[in-house]
């Protein structure tokens, strides 16, 4: 399956679309805006069960997904997207508190791209989504070091 992308109105450019799915408002509002910021359009989800269906009408270029989530957890959206043909090679980041290594074996093992720690470094997160989501790269502001 081709991944879908967006055009922005004012520019020629196609925007990576990300899925966002976090029950903590305040770290989805600023996953969102900064995500924005670097040039993606966002898409979000406040659980799981949303994150299931938000993802198969958006087909984004890739979800970033916490974990530990009330009623569906990250690890069951994971799972359910890998049962969904159009969904199954989405590129997927689990994003959580839990340094696990048990968990973070299951996310890999379920079919997880990535996973990353909170608190996470802005910088890492982008490089994170640079090497797994498809899409064009210039979008991404340039980076100082």
Partial sequence: MMSKVRTCA??????????????????????SLFLESEGMDVVTATGGEEALRVARTEHPNAVLCDLHMARVSGLEVLHGLRQDPD???????????????????RSIDLGASAFVVKPFNPDHLI???????PGPRPLYRARTN
Avoid: G, W, Y
Wanted: aromatic share 4%.
């Fill in 10 to 31: 004012s520019c020629e450019a196609a925007l990576v679309k990300i899925l966002v799915v976090e029950d903590d408002l305040i770290i989805l509002e600023f996953l």
């Fill in 87 to 105: 969904m199954a090679d989405t590129p997927f980041v689990m994003i959580t508190a839990d340094q696990s290594a048990d968990l973070r074996r």
């Fill in 127 to 133: 490089d994170t989504l640079h090497k797994i989501a």
